[in-house]
């Protein structure tokens, strides 16, 4: 079948944005009078659990690290971090990963429809569509963020949903991920899925990808 949709990850994928989570994360912390430092090898072990609250409480878990959190400053944490990723993203803190606006743009030639489908938060979507799509309002659609499903990938719960709203078959849509549990939601919804490997994520197994490109530079639209 021919490809009438594209769906986007967001963290990783249209951007290198997981070294800014990781900032925003520690500068909450701090500002709440935590000391916790997220480090680069942390933070890659933190990742493989999806969800901002999520990979707090999984931190919580951790042996030793201290002190207990109830949910409402988990909360509380997470929605500070959030306002500091978007602060640092509209200071024109973070781009668009190579060769991702040449692809939309021939999509939207192409009268392809374009979609996103992530774990992360909605604010933290619209804030990096803001800053690296401005004018372009309504050029994804759906988006579907962490907070629309239940289960945050690994689980195909989002992928489900992007394929629902778009009114498609999964046969007519193509996914852009950056990691193994964006990978095994995507491929669970029955997406074929192109892999472009990220900071965080190079190190990951990525078998059942369509492909694996270093990144988008050098995707060929018309072969799909």
């Known amino acids: 079948m021919v490809v009438r949709a594209l769906i986007f990850d967001v963290d990783g994928t249209l951007a290198e944005t997981e070294e800014i989570h990781r900032a925003a994360f520690e500068r909450a912390f701090a500002e709440d009078g935590l000391p916790w430092r997220w480090d680069v090898d942390l933070y890659r072990e933190l990742l493989r659990v999806t969800g901002g609250k999520e990979r707090i409480r999984h931190h919580l878990a951790m042996e030793g690290v201290g002190p207990a959190l109830d949910e409402a400053r988990i909360a509380r944490l997470h929605a500070r971090k959030n306002e500091i990723y978007g602060e640092i993203v509209r200071s024109g803190g973070c781009a668009l990963r190579p060769g991702v606006a040449d692809l939309v743009r021939a999509a939207r030639e192409a009268g392809l429809r374009l979609a996103i489908s992530t774990t992360t938060s909605r604010p933290n979507v619209d804030a990096l569509l803001a800053a690296t799509f401005a004018g372009e309002e309504?050029?994804?659609?759906?988006?579907?963020?962490?907070?629309?499903v239940a289960a945050k990938k690994p689980a195909p719960d989002a992928y489900l949903l992007a394929i629902e709203k778009l009114g498609l078959p999964a046969e007519a849509c193509l996914v852009f991920e950056d990691s193994r549990n964006g990978l095994t939601a995507a491929r669970a919804a029955g997406l074929a899925t192109i892999v472009t490997p990220s900071l965080y994520t190079a190190h990951?197994?990525?078998?059942?990808a369509a492909a694996i490109l270093p990144d988008l530079t050098a995707f060929d639209l018309a072969a799909w």
């Open 138 to 148: 309504g050029l994804f659609d759906p988006i579907v963020a962490g907070e629309d």
């Open 204 to 208: 990951e197994s990525f078998e059942g």
